[in-house]
């Protein structure tokens, strides 16, 4: 017998948690009944041959059908990030203050899973070069980070708990 490989889960805030779970629901609810509507709109145009709007609405459909497996697989194989108060060490929900060695500047980033990150608006994944390599680390340590762009330098000048 030959065993399925299990997915390795995926790391969620509460907030993510909670993000993905209203989307599931909406996904579910609200959006499946609008492009149910479309489809019967799009129905009463007749030949479905040559009917754009019923091949959109089967396309969002489709569309749908794969974010909701997408985020029920995310549901289903997820960890929880604890909401550590230690901050001696950097870890997944913490947020961390960068002073950028090579651009003399400080830089403040949200530790999250990879489901979560989203660079521009300061989170990233740990398992980012950047986030792999903070990960564990103290405050005060320097750091080298091997980036796609280069090599950077960073000093870990603060390690804060998340305020959601």
């Known amino acids: 017998m030959s065993e399925k490989k299990k997915e390795k889960p995926t790391h969620l805030t509460k ?20 492009i149910a509507n479309r489809l019967e709109i799009a129905r009463g145009f007749g030949d479905l041959s040559e009917n754009s709007e019923y091949d959109e609405a089967k396309e969002a459909q489709r569309e749908n059908e794969a974010e909701k497996a997408r985020i029920e697989a995310i549901l289903s194989n997820y960890v929880l990030i604890d909401e550590d108060s230690d901050t001696s060490t950097v870890k997944m929900g913490h947020v961390v203050v960068l002073y950028d060695c090579d651009f003399d500047e400080e830089d403040e980033f949200y530790l999250v899973g990879s ?8 989170k990233i994944s740990n398992e980012s070069p950047v986030g792999a390599a903070i990960l564990g680390r103290s405050k005060g340590e320097k750091i080298t980070v091997k980036t796609p762009a280069g090599e950077s330098r960073y000093v870990i000048k603060d390690i804060k708990t998340a305020e959601n």
């Open 15 to 34: 907030a993510g948690l909670q993000h993905y779970q209203e989307l599931l629901d909406y996904l579910k609810g609200e959006k499946t009944i609008e």
């Open 115 to 122: 489901s979560e990150a989203d660079p521009l608006n300061g």
